[in-house]
Nanobody, 113 residues
Framework: QVQLVESGGGLVQAGGSLRLSCVASGLTFSLYDLGWFRQAPGKEREFVATISWSGDTTYYADSVKGRFTISRDNAKNTVYLEMNSLKPEDTAVYYC??????WGQGTQVTVSS
């Protein structure tokens, strides 16, 4: 059974930083591309960042480029999202995704102005 468990969310002031983690189990983690998505209240879920199975290639939404960094540790079956210079508009539930099928339960990030 595949499980993805996110952590690291919380309340932070604008300009602050958070690091999200997503630990996967029940699959061969190193074979999959990984991604982070987010969903703000009243809005659709949107793409944030992705990293290839090898870790060589990353892509970011324009809204987070230069502020967020996605990384992975295959030995720990973990994908990270380092978020810096946070803005109130980054407030959302953040979800990790493994491949195109498996989703975590989400972790809340709230940025106060």
């Amino acid at each position: 059974q595949v499980q993805l468990v996110e952590s690291g969310g919380g309340l932070v002031q604008a300009g602050g930083s958070l690091r999200l983690s997503c630990v996967a189990s029940g699959l061969t983690f190193s074979l999959y591309d990984l991604g982070w998505f987010r969903q703000a209240p009243g809005k659709e879920r949107e793409f944030v960042a992705t990293i290839s199975w090898s870790g060589d290639t990353t892509y970011y939404a324009d809204s987070v480029k230069g502020r967020f960094t996605i990384s992975r540790d295959n030995a720990k079956n973990t994908v990270y999202l380092e978020m810096n210079s946070l803005k109130p508009e980054d407030t959302a539930v953040y979800y990790c995704r493994v491949g195109s099928v498996y989703w975590g339960q989400g972790t809340q990030v709230t940025v106060s102005s």
